[in-house]
């Protein structure tokens, strides 16, 4: 039989490209979902695909959620690869979150608080039914019921807990140095708190979900209580070094979570609780949730923790926090290996057939 | 390519990469961290070694890519289109055309030249990973030499085996000094480095590491004095080109055995084609069984 | 015995918070030598192992080691690569939990070659030879050679790390209680064959245990260390049969009475 060599990889991509945007366009007869219907309709795939992209940008999110079918950490990929083109301008003051114009904020700790209990737009308390009206084209829903915000603010719970100084603080901040960034230098170790929680912002939900879960099972316990998950939008300002003070440039939507956790202290420094902090793009609490789990499970050194659990191991988590990494290496498995595999048949007989000389002499 | 800058990354990004470049040239082997970009290709594509290359890349070079020796196979076409738009170099599958050769899993048969650059993709640059899983404390082995466990990776195969049974990315020692993965590359390359007068760039994406082996650099397979480090290839000749000493592919071309074996290195094999030099051309039936087969092409490198 | 020491400490101070655990700490050791330290739990003996071996620093104070040519080395102030060299060769660690030590996925043979290995041995056929004989030597069968640890007994892998440590010839070995965790019976086997080792090669050893008996039985001289302070000094056989401080008295009649 002739052999020939196998060729035409230009043309096999070409092809396999253009049918990939034939299946992504689907049925013509059905209408095509517009960019600003994904922004507006399936805004928590937004959010996340901005969050895991770590990109605030609504709109080239939902292009990305259209481009990737519907496949969010192929969303997010798109987004990054946007993203790394960009150029880096600076970096913003602390957000200042107490000053978020809130449209959910629910304390687990207190039964009500100043600025209250606002329960906002939530599925905690949905019945899990199918909604089969929804499978037909729905009218509109008739509009929420609205009411005037109230002038109070809002303050953090964390900060009214301080104000006993029964919660440890946020720390001094380091400002002779700028934040970590970690697009633009490699991790390294120890990783200092601002490389990890940008880690884990950029990081995958469902395995910040998972360690955070562990560590409620008792992969190292925390026994955590949520001071505070508040969901809305803040100002960002950035002070332009050649202007010397703070301009305000845009709001985003953010998710915080103030994880309240055991309190550490002895007979002579009085006992104070501890923190784990989330937060997220968008609306994410079940990200800023595990993120503020993990966080506060990889700070056991600050306390003298033994660190026993996967969600103490600080290299651990950060090396697999990020799903673009994880799922380039695992689908690179995909690429030819030939070579490889060529040279383990090789060994693999000749070991065979060294054995057997070695067993018929 | 329009709104983007020659080869794809910005001037100051491949400043930065040039940096960890020259470190790595001069520490050989060591690898060096660097701050890798997100690139729009997925990381196990190939990334670091497309960092490497738009870092070196000049408008005047030709670019040569290899994926398992081949030009042809679809990552390698992807990357060079890649650079084909973003940098408009001309490209070729000439060993010998190229002055910059980007490579997945072999090295080129054709003795590279002083004047050429061989860039390798890297999955997993940390040749310990295997014995240590904390990259904190593989650092400050190799910070040491503490290469021990390494060797005791090798007694335990020689003692369960008889032999060493690392097949691909055969672990090497550098300037006799650093431990290096050679990326997967079957070990039939390994001696290939070894005093090689190209420059060898090394890029992991994901690893966010670079590393080095400057010309003519002592690179040493890792082995016992009474169990030399030795190469296997497919003890036949190439059913194309007849060449006897080049590494092979195995074509499966049936359900009942058999098989083909044909040159991994496909512009090896046009060239000899080329120059007259014919294969049969023809499947192998099943391998004869032991005893009358070939024994194993045990070089010596 | 020459009047040159292998390992000086001078003056050893720690403090964990409040704890002392080591207070002007002063320890000679010379070649060859067996010094014993004794304490109960908490006593800061197993830190003085530690600092001693340079695996953890003293808040003030200093430790000195006199190498094979004779040059003094401040263990403290040695770099790294050095120190874990020196760990690699002319010293060794003998852990109470061999698991500590061990590669528990690695033969025997490999267990024992590794530092033959770390050292520059490159031949399979040598290392191999070697950890046979070492084997023999702490009284493995040479055909377990290929076997994994996790197949042996308790005291079997105590015997392995001990071949493990001593196949570079070390001049000086850390013993963290070693006998510790072991069967009453397993213990006397794996003494007499520490003592005839220790005698043989002319090993000086730091020996930590709370165990009186197995003080008496190792050691040429003796420290006895209460609350991070070193309350007595002396020959073995001195201090046990004559105990001056009343904290020895306590311990060597609390071990008459049991």
Known sequence: MAYVAVKGGERAIDNAHAWLAEERRGDPSVPEVCVAQIGAQLGRAVDRVMAEGSLYDPELAAVAVKQSQGDLIEAAFLLRAYRTTLPRFGYSTPLDTAAMRVRRRVSAVYKDLPGGQVLGPTYDYTHRLLDFALAADGTPPPPAPRAEAEAATMPRVSDILRGEDLIEGDGPRETDREPTDLTREPLGFPASRDARLQALARGDEGFLLAMGYSTQRGWGGSHPFVGEVRLGEVAVEIVPPELGFAIDIGDVTLTECQMINQFKGSKTKPPQFTRGYGLVFGHAERKAMGMALVDRAMRHDEFGEEATAPAQNVEFILYHSDNIEGTGFVEHLKLPHYVDFQSELETIRRMRREAEVALHE | MNGYNFAYLDEQTKRMIRRALLKAVAIPGHQVPFGSREMPLPYGWGTGGIQVTASVLGADDTLKVIDQGADDTTNAVSIRRFFARTAGVATTTDTEQATIIQTRHRIPEKKLREDQIIVYQVPQPEPLFKLESSRAETRRMHALAEYGAMHVRLYEDITRFGQVAISYDYPVMVGGRFLMAPSPIPAFDNPKMHMMPALQLFGAGREKRIYAIPPYTEVRSLDFEDHPFRTTRAPHRCALCNADNSYLDEVVTDDRGGRMFVCSDTDHCETRQEAGHAGTGEALVREAPVGSAARGGGMKP | ?258
Do not use: C
């Open chain 3, 1 to 258: 015995m020459t009047d040159e020491t292998l390992l000086s400490a001078r003056d050893l101070s720690l403090h964990f918070g409040k704890i002392p655990a080591l207070v002007g700490v002063d320890a000679d050791l010379w070649p060859g030598e067996v010094l014993a330290v004794v304490g109960e739990s908490g006593s800061g003996k197993t830190t003085l192992l530690n600092v001693l071996s340079g695996r953890m620093r003293a808040d003030a104070g200093a430790v000195w080691y006199r190498d094979p040519a004779r040059r003094l080395h401040d263990v403290h102030a040695m770099p790294a690569p050095a120190l874990r060299a020196l760990h690699r060769s002319d010293w060794g660690f003998v852990h109470q939990n061999p698991r500590d030590n061990l590669r528990m996925a690695v033969s025997a043979g490999g267990n024992v070659g590794e530092r033959l290995m770390a050292a520059g041995n490159r031949h399979y056929g040598n290392i191999r030879a070697e950890a046979i004989d070492w084997l023999t030597q702490v009284e493995i069968d040479a055909d377990r050679v290929d076997d994994m640890p996790r197949t042996f007994s308790g005291g079997m892998l105590q015997r392995l790390q001990i071949a493990r440590t001593l196949v570079t010839h070390p001049r000086l070995v850390f013993m963290d209680e070693p006998t510790g965790g072991l069967d009453v019976s397993v213990q006397a086997r794996l003494l007499d064959l520490i003592r005839s080792l220790v005698a043989r090669l002319n090993i000086a050893v730091v020996l930590v245990t709370h165990d009186l008996a197995v003080a008496r039985l190792l050691a040429h001289r003796i420290m006895v260390m209460q609350r991070g302070v070193v309350v007595e000094t002396g020959l073995t056989d001195q201090v046990l049969d004559d105990p001056q401080h009343a904290y020895t008295q306590l311990l060597v009649s609390s071990v008459l009475q049991a």
